[in-house]
């Protein structure tokens, strides 16, 4: 039995434009038409007809920078220790679920704790759960010097965090080999340090030659790399070693662009994060104090100048979300990188929705046949109540997604509303200040009084 649904408008997720009237046919969880309604197969007698002729139809979102394994965190403890690996799993299921529910349908986690991301990937994989197609990596490879090494030396990286410590390159190369073997479909690399130069920046995690070492250790394996880097020396190094996949790429230089465009890397800006830190935390928030609207983000600002001239170079971008933290929770602001990257980075809103389709789909596996609505491809598209190549912004607006198709059918899950508590078992912050006398006294009549019994 096949369906045929007929399209208002489709957009293709390859085309500069959406055409009208259009039908898809789909068989067996495949495209087998795309096209012109008024030519299309005919529908047999036990064929499905679905009626869209009132909506937009386009390809569903791939998002390659999704953390199934963080759980909506409040802090880097919430992300690395306090939740169990077996409950990051299970909580990464139904998060999972969140995510296709948005209309993204396929999605890449670059790095997790433990085994949670294979996990809750076979587990979709083999029909126990419905969910969006996923490949991911592992824990991210750190050295002491990388992001995600946050604890002290006599700690090093707990078994639950998302990093794991090499301290030798063997061990990196024993990393990489067990994380292959363990079905990572990409190896993430912490490759910003956390201590900066003379200059200011921020100095890489490996040296180049450490870092080209374990790129070819990959590519032997046949695995792709994707690599954490918002400095420039980091960006560079990860392009000078042939990495796949770059996210941030906030302060490449032209030597940085140079080198990206020689070794074919694609830059995955993933601006959503920083987006939402400027505008939306409050006053309460750790993070405000950092990254004030008023005060403007050194990054942003930077960050726009480097992925306008890496879009201006004919690098390959793509989209992603960092979904995962409480700022970004999963299924609620995977569109604002569409939104952004049309706003700031000099997208059309097609080539925006084509970053966000066809392109970020490329880079999964099978990509050849996800991200855009042609015959031989997976069936997997929305039905939307709007025209986004004429406001992309429409895309974060959940009420005017209609349908999400995945594999050719209709996806209808229940989801509990998103909970602020109890994302992870132990984590709470207690207080955040501290409540000197001086301090008391300061509060004044913000301070609440207690009455005596009688
Ligand atoms: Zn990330």
């Given at each position: 039995?096949a369906?045929?649904?007929?399209?208002g408008?489709?957009f293709?997720?390859?085309s500069?434009?959406?055409?009208?009237?259009?039908?898809?046919?789909?068989?067996?969880?495949?495209?087998?038409?795309?096209g012109?309604?008024?030519?299309?197969?005919?529908?047999?007698?036990?064929?499905?007809?679905?009626?869209?002729?009132?909506?937009?139809?386009?390809?569903?979102?791939?998002?390659?920078?999704?953390?199934?394994?963080?759980?909506?965190?409040?802090c880097?403890?919430?992300?690395?220790?306090?939740?169990?690996?077996?409950?990051?799993?299970?909580?990464?299921?139904?998060?999972?679920?969140?995510?296709?529910?948005a209309g993204?349908?396929?999605?890449?986690?670059?790095?997790?704790?433990?085994?949670?991301?294979?996990?809750?990937?076979?587990?979709?994989?083999?029909?126990?759960?419905?969910g969006?197609?996923?490949?991911?990596s592992?824990?991210?490879?750190?050295?002491?010097?990388?992001?995600?090494?946050?604890?002290?030396?006599?700690?090093?990286?707990?078994?639950?965090?998302?990093?794991?410590l090499?301290?030798?390159?063997?061990?990196?190369?024993?990393?990489?080999r067990?994380?292959?073997?363990?079905?990572?479909?990409?190896?993430?690399?912490?490759?910003?340090?956390?201590?900066?130069?003379?200059?200011?920046?921020?100095?890489?995690?490996?040296?180049l030659?450490?870092?080209?070492?374990?790129?070819?250790?990959?590519?032997?394996?046949?695995?792709?790399?994707v690599?954490?880097?918002?400095?420039?020396?980091?960006?560079?190094?990860?392009?000078?070693?042939?990495?796949?996949?770059?996210?941030?790429?906030?302060?490449?230089?032209?030597?940085?662009?140079?080198?990206?465009?020689?070794?074919?890397?694609?830059?995955?800006?993933?601006?959503?994060?920083?987006?939402?830190?400027?505008?939306?935390?409050?006053?309460?928030?750790?993070?405000?104090?950092?990254?004030r609207?008023?005060?403007?983000?050194?990054?942003w600002?930077?960050?726009?100048?480097?992925?306008?001239?890496?879009?201006?170079?004919?690098i390959?971008?793509?989209?992603?979300?960092?979904?995962?933290?409480?700022?970004?929770?999963?299924?609620?602001?995977h569109?604002?990188?569409?939104?952004?990257?049309?706003?700031?980075?000099?997208?059309?809103?097609?080539?925006?929705?084509?970053?966000?389709t066809?392109?970020?789909?490329?880079?999964?596996?099978?990509?050849?046949?996800?991200?855009?609505?042609?015959?031989?491809?997976?069936?997997?598209?929305?039905?939307?109540?709007?025209?986004?190549?004429?406001?992309?912004?429409?895309?974060?607006?959940?009420a005017?997604?209609?349908?999400?198709?995945?594999?050719?059918e209709?996806?209808?899950?229940?989801?509990?509303?998103?909970?602020?508590?109890?994302?992870?078992?132990f984590s709470?912050k207690?207080?955040?200040?501290?409540?000197?006398?001086?301090?008391?006294?300061?509060l004044?009549?913000?301070?609440?009084?207690?009455?005596?019994?009688?």
């Amino acid at each position: 039995m096949a369906k045929h649904i007929r399209c208002g408008h489709l957009f293709d997720g390859v085309s500069d434009d959406a055409k009208t009237d259009q039908t898809i046919v789909v068989d067996g969880g495949t495209i087998t038409y795309a096209g012109n309604g008024a030519v299309a197969p005919k529908p047999g007698p036990r064929d499905e007809i679905v009626d869209a002729s009132k909506y937009f139809v386009m390809p569903g979102m791939t998002d390659l920078h999704t953390h199934l394994s963080y759980g909506n965190a409040m802090c880097e403890e919430d992300i690395d220790i306090y939740a169990s690996v077996e409950l990051r799993a299970l909580r990464g299921v139904i998060n999972a679920q969140r995510v296709l529910m948005a209309g993204v349908t396929s999605m890449g986690d670059p790095g997790g704790s433990a085994r949670v991301q294979t996990s809750v990937r076979n587990a979709i994989n083999a029909g126990m759960f419905p969910g969006p197609r996923i490949n991911c990596s592992g824990p991210y490879v750190t050295s002491r010097q990388g992001l995600t090494d946050y604890y002290p030396t006599w700690f090093g990286a707990p078994s639950t965090s998302i990093g794991a410590l090499v301290k030798n390159m063997d061990e990196a190369i024993e990393l990489i080999r067990s994380q292959i073997k363990d079905g990572v479909d990409f190896v993430k690399f912490a490759m910003d340090g956390r201590h900066v130069n003379d200059k200011g920046e921020l100095i890489a995690a490996f040296s180049l030659a450490e870092t080209k070492r374990m790129v070819d250790e990959c590519h032997r394996l046949g695995k792709k790399t994707v690599m954490h880097a918002r400095g420039r020396e980091a960006t560079l190094y990860c392009a000078k070693a042939g990495a796949d996949l770059i996210f941030h790429a906030s302060w490449a230089d032209a030597e940085c662009i140079d080198a990206i465009v020689k070794h074919k890397s694609i830059v995955c800006p993933t601006l959503t994060l920083l987006y939402q830190n400027m505008t939306v935390t409050q006053p309460t928030d750790p993070l405000y104090h950092k990254v004030r609207p008023d005060l403007g983000s050194k990054e942003w600002e930077a960050a726009i100048v480097s992925l306008n001239r890496i879009r201006e170079a004919g690098i390959p971008m793509v989209t992603g979300s960092e979904a995962g933290f409480a700022l970004t929770p999963y299924g609620e602001w995977h569109w604002r990188e569409v939104e952004i990257f049309h706003k700031f980075l000099g997208f059309t809103p097609a080539a925006a929705i084509r970053a966000a389709t066809s392109a970020s789909a490329a880079f999964l596996n099978d990509g050849e046949r996800l991200g855009a609505i042609k015959a031989g491809n997976h069936a997997d598209f929305i039905v939307f109540d709007g025209n986004p190549l004429k406001n992309v912004s429409l895309l974060l607006e959940k009420a005017r997604l209609k349908d999400v198709y995945l594999a050719g059918e209709p996806v209808r899950i229940e989801l509990p509303p998103l909970a602020s508590k109890g994302v992870s078992d132990f984590s709470y912050k207690m207080w955040q200040d501290m409540y000197t006398q001086l301090r008391v006294k300061a509060l004044g009549n913000k301070i609440r009084h207690i009455q005596a019994a009688e």
